[in-house]
């Protein structure tokens, strides 16, 4: 499974922010909506990563409708990976994001070239270092 960088670049922009749990039913109706993927694991999320998604959930209504279907997209597939998953996925975008921008698409295109028959079911492998 790939997790796209639109959702990771917000999760990680806002890891520095201080965290506070709030449970599922002092949500808004527009935050139960936008993170509605995770409404039956909510509660059981960690208060930083609840914290990031629901800055997630403010940015929504500010975004085109196209990146607002990707970003539902996007929220569905994070919220069906396994914690150990969504660990590794952010390790692996950190390590990406350290890779030169121009040398970004090769990258990908290697590790597509190792990887070409990756399920729905599993993260990206780890991005090789330049």
Do not use: C
Request: aromatic letters at 6%; charged letters at 30%.
């Amino acid at each position: 499974m790939r997790i796209r960088p639109l959702l990771l670049i917000f999760a990680l922009s806002l890891a520095s922010l201080p965290a506070s749990a709030q449970p599922w039913e002092k949500l808004t109706a527009q935050q139960q909506d936008v993170l509605s993927p995770f409404a039956n694991s909510w509660d059981s999320l960690l208060e930083k990563e609840q914290h990031n998604l629901l800055g997630i959930a403010k940015r929504y209504p500010k975004l085109a409708p196209q990146k607002q279907q990707r970003l539902r997209e996007q929220l569905d597939k994070w919220s069906k990976l396994t914690p150990e998953q969504r660990r590794r996925a952010r390790e692996k975008y950190k390590a990406f994001s350290k890779v030169p921008a121009e040398k970004r698409e090769e990258v990908k295109k290697m590790v597509r070239e190792q990887h070409p028959s990756q399920t729905g079911s599993e993260v990206p492998p780890a991005t090789p270092s330049p």
